[in-house]
């Protein structure tokens, strides 16, 4: 069975621009969940979303933004982008009261 | 929120050393993840254990909810061990986990 599928693995971005990060959940898994990680903060909770809908949501701006497809594959978005979002991106899937699984990341550079 | 305290933050252990992290948190939770992160950023699910004692190779956990405490235990380390190994707790039974800030372990030769 493929795994969770993150792409891309790098983007280096600019100031002000936004970004779309893709995830492709494992076959079969209806759930899926963003975590930011950077050195200072470590891993945090972003979204989740389950059938098309969002189930929680962390402690963010309201630019970081996601939306999960019919096909259960999920995107997130940050908008006006802070040189503070630079990070390493992780997107899981899972069933309920299964493992998460992560993907390999998206490493985000803001310069 | 929920907090979740690992310790020690950092170990630094000769091959085949044994070792004992620790996970602490402070509310009951339904879900608890031990991970660990190589070198390339990659997050590889070693236990799903709400409770309970499990064993996997050289690896093992034992979490004990009632005491909202879990134990990961590494026997006869290797350097492939290397990295920094995540608890992660839930409260419900989906995707929203709060990790905690992680044991950075270096096994040397």
């Known amino acids: 069975k493929a795994g969770v599928t993150q792409t891309p693995r790098y983007l280096i971005k600019t100031r002000g621009q936004q970004v779309t990060l893709s995830c492709s959940p494992i076959?079969?898994?209806?759930?899926v969940s963003w975590y930011q990680q950077t050195p200072g903060q470590g891993l945090q909770f972003l979204f989740e979303y389950f059938s098309e809908t969002q189930r929680n949501k962390g402690n963010f701006p309201g630019r970081f933004s996601g939306r999960q497809f019919s096909n259960s594959r999920s995107e997130m978005n940050v908008s006006t982008l802070e040189l503070g979002d630079s990070a390493l991106y992780l997107c899981?899937?899972?069933?309920?009261?299964?493992?998460?699984?992560f993907g390999n990341g998206t490493r985000l550079t803001v310069t | 929120g929920i907090q979740v305290e690992q310790s020690p933050p950092d170990l630094i252990l000769q091959e085949g050393a044994n070792s004992t992290l620790r996970c602490n948190f402070s509310?009951?939770?339904?879900?608890l993840q031990w991970f660990h992160q190589n070198p390339w950023g990659q997050l590889i699910n070693l236990f799903y254990?709400?409770?309970g004692t499990k064993q996997n190779g050289r690896l093992s956990a034992t979490t004990v909810a009632t005491e909202r405490y879990s134990l990961l235990y590494i026997s006869s380390s290797q350097t492939t061990d290397s990295g920094v190994y995540f608890c992660?707790?839930?409260?419900?039974?989906?995707?929203?986990?709060?990790f905690g800030a992680g044991t950075q372990v270096v096994v040397t030769p």
């Open positions: 992660a707790v839930s409260t419900d039974s989906w995707g929203k986990f709060q």
């Open positions: 899981a899937s899972s069933q309920s009261g299964t493992p998460l699984h």
């Open positions: 254990i709400p409770s």
């Open positions: 509310d009951s939770v339904n879900n």
């Open positions: 076959s079969g898994h209806r759930s």
